[in-house]
């Protein structure tokens, strides 16, 4: 979240506003009875829009703080981006930084160049992507050769190009080679600012930030862990995990044909068999390579455990997922006394094919021969 | 000679000693792959059940095997170091079975390893059909023939191979990508090597959705491949955007990564595009019947 961003700002000498993070009004009520002044009540939420989701508040004394600050404590934010909503459990009190300029400054990574690549532009405060499909050229980028680095012409180039206002350029090669040197440190996807204020007194400061990290990296940093269990848990990754799968292995979706396959690539392939077929996939879920009877056995129950699955398609191309383990995993599976029994088609083919078709037949099951045949007949059943 | 892999590449395994690496070393061997040796730090000096040599270091084993093929099957907070040790010991082409290397990591190798063709990683490998096999793919699928396939898939690889062997068309080399957001070759790099080879009559390109891969190789089809039969197919047609799926980089962000573009992209370059896998077959023949 911003406040956490904003640590990692610091660490690395990015000027932030003055500021305090708070979890209760009382602390708020204190800290503006210390620090008299006009105070911005930032929420801390990960989704964006907050600002026109009623996230964000003034106040210039304590009680009009305490009193602005009950309003947004568990307050549920949406916005048509965000439907569902985030409920506030935080915040940021920030001086009222008297903003004379915005920019927009981020690091990415462009998987096609497969270099990080800076994003600048001096028309900060606004939707990047918007600015970038209206008006492309008020954008500016640089790809810089990991093998190098960051050096400051990098930003006294970017900083002309974007054609921001005197005021950033001084203070702009270090902001920029900070943030560099925080995207390297930490592995992040995407590091941002935006916006980067030049306030009427001629400070530059991170108005705003915005951090990305990549979970394969996290191990580097044990003290970043804790980010993501403060963040809201994504209900189809919670689930995965608990299932014994990978993180991004199972996602709900909005059809009623529950689906299980072996492989990211088949997992996709499958979903696709059963819209071609005129159905609508319930769930992607992949078992990954290898997987044992147990494994499918818990999938099968996450599946059925989403009350719109009509029916499902296991759909299995053994390579070193081995037949006879899935075959015995979904004979276990329908053997539980509790579970939820929905019309079934199974397609078993590869690595030991002979024996989990022989753990079928023993259980009265007939697998189909093809993807596209077993998508059809899923889809018929689904139908009833 | 197909790309990237014939019947004399000699071949390593980095973590041959693990449960992965010696089951897999197993089945490569069976397959007819010439492995030469394989490195375990610390184990120097044994051998496998089969045989096979183990190293203290990749230098070592390709000082005493001359191998010139690496398959790395180290956990992720080491395979970029395994990266680095190869590369250092002048291995040509590394295969990168890996899943769950930080992007951060990959950046640096492919800023660093110039001359030294990395497939992968999150990858299932390559195969040379009849010739040898560098990667966790079943062998059994696969057919020696002229059809070249390069797929960013595992599983959904097989699927198609299996198809295109049932109807008769064989495999010049079938070339597993990987599914990470930064992978060593891509699409583009695959369709330079199959665009020269005399042993590959067409080409079938299995992506999906996430990234602009699939973009860049149509684009690169429209301009250097106009005498070799291109078919594509995209998975992941129906997926949602937001959701990642399953594939560290299979993901809709914005307008990026979709279908929709893909599907353009090679239309534009004159590529047909199957709705599912089990009409690929039926296109290749139908391009290969076309006169160039």
């Given at each position: 979240m911003e406040y956490q961003g904003k640590e990692l700002f610091r660490g690395v000498g990015i000027p932030t506003p003055r500021g305090v993070f708070v979890r209760s009004p009382d602390d708020v009520a204190a800290f503006i009875a210390e620090n008299p002044g006009a105070w911005v009540l930032k929420s801390q939420v990960l989704m964006g829009g907050r600002g026109k989701a009623g996230g964000i508040k003034f106040a210039s004394s304590p009680d009009e703080g305490r009193e602005l600050a009950r309003e947004l404590i568990g307050k549920v934010l949406r916005n048509e981006q965000n439907p569902d909503g985030e409920e506030v459990k935080s915040l940021l009190v920030e001086e009222k930084v008297a903003i004379a300029s915005e920019a927009y400054v981020s690091i990415t990574i462009d998987r096609a160049a497969k270099k990080p690549v800076v994003i600048v532009t001096a028309?900060?405060?606004?939707d990047v992507e918007e600015v970038a499909a209206?008006?492309?050229?008020a954008i500016s980028k640089y790809w810089i050769d990991a093998a190098i680095g960051f050096e400051p012409f990098i930003a006294r180039r970017l900083a002309f190009a974007a054609k921001?206002?005197?005021?950033?350029?001084?203070a702009f090669p270090s902001i920029l080679g900070g943030l560099y040197a925080m995207f390297m440190e930490y592995g992040a996807n995407l590091v941002e600012i935006n916006p980067l204020v030049l306030s009427e007194d001629g400070r530059v400061i991170a108005s705003d930030a915005k951090v990305d990290l990549d979970d394969n990296g996290l191990y580097k940093h044990p003290e970043l862990k804790a980010w993501k269990n403060e963040a809201p848990a994504d209900e189809d990754q919670a689930a995965a995990l608990a299932t014994?799968?990978?993180?991004?292995?199972y996602a709900k979706l909005d059809g009623n044909i529950g689906i299980i396959a072996n492989g990211a690539g088949l997992g996709m392939g499958t979903m696709d068999a059963v819209r071609n077929a005129g159905g609508a996939a319930a769930n992607f879920l992949d078992i990954g390579g290898g997987a044992q009877a147990e494994l499918v056995k818990k999938s099968y129950n996450l599946v059925v455990?989403?009350?719109?699955?009509?029916a499902m398609f296991i759909n299995i191309f053994g390579g070193i997922t081995r037949g006879d383990q899935v075959a015995k995993g979904i004979v276990e599976a329908l053997a539980g006394d509790d579970v939820r029994k929905v019309p079934l088609v199974v397609r078993l083919t590869g690595t030991n094919e002979k024996e989990g078709r022989e753990i079928l037949a023993g259980a009265g099951m007939n697998p189909v021969e093809t993807m596209d045949e077993g998508a059809r007949r899923a889809v018929e059943l689904a139908r009833g | 000679m197909a790309i990237y892999l014939d019947k004399n590449s000699k071949v390593l395994v980095q973590g041959i000693t693990g449960r992965e690496g010696l089951f897999h070393t197993q089945r490569m061997i069976a397959y007819g792959?010439?492995?030469v040796g394989g490195v375990t730090p610390g184990k120097g000096g044994t051998r496998i059940d089969t045989g096979n040599p183990v190293f203290d270091t990749v230098k070592d084993c390709v000082d005493a095997t001359g191998a010139t093929h690496t398959i790395i099957f180290v956990p992720p907070p080491y395979a970029a170091d395994a990266l680095f040790e190869a590369y250092d010991a002048g291995i040509s082409l590394a295969v990168c079975i890996t899943e769950g290397i930080p992007a951060h990591d990959m950046l640096k190798v492919v800023a660093t390893t110039h001359g030294m063709r990395i497939i992968g990683p999150n990858c299932p490998g390559l195969v040379s059909p009849g010739k040898s096999l560098v990667g966790?793919?079943?062998?059994?699928?696969f057919r020696p023939g002229r059809i070249g396939l390069i797929s960013r898939s595992g599983t959904l690889t097989y699927e198609i191979v299996d198809l295109l062997s049932k109807a008769g068309l064989g495999q010049s080399t079938c070339v597993g990508?990987?599914?990470?957001?930064?992978?060593?070759?891509t699409f583009v790099d695959c369709l330079r090597s199959f665009a020269t080879?005399?042993?590959?009559d067409a080409v079938v390109v299995c992506g999906e959705i996430g990234g602009s891969d699939e973009e860049d190789a149509a684009a690169f089809i429209a301009e250097h491949l106009p005498n070799k039969p291109v078919v594509a197919f995209i998975g992941g047609r129906s997926a949602p955007s937001g959701k990642r799926l399953g594939?560290?980089?299979a993901i809709i962000s914005g307008n990026t990564g979709t279908p929709q573009s893909k599907v353009k992209a090679f239309e534009a370059a004159g590529v047909p595009v199957a709705?599912?896998?089990?009409?690929i077959p039926m296109l290749v023949k139908e391009r290969l019947a076309v006169p160039a």
């Open positions: 028309q900060g405060g606004m209206h008006d492309p050229d921001l206002p005197t005021g950033f350029q001084r014994g799968l990978g993180i991004s292995n455990g989403d009350p719109k699955v009509k | 792959t010439q492995i966790i793919m079943p062998g059994h699928v990508i990987g599914g990470d957001p930064i992978i060593g070759t080879d005399s042993e590959t594939h560290a980089g709705e599912r896998p089990s009409q």
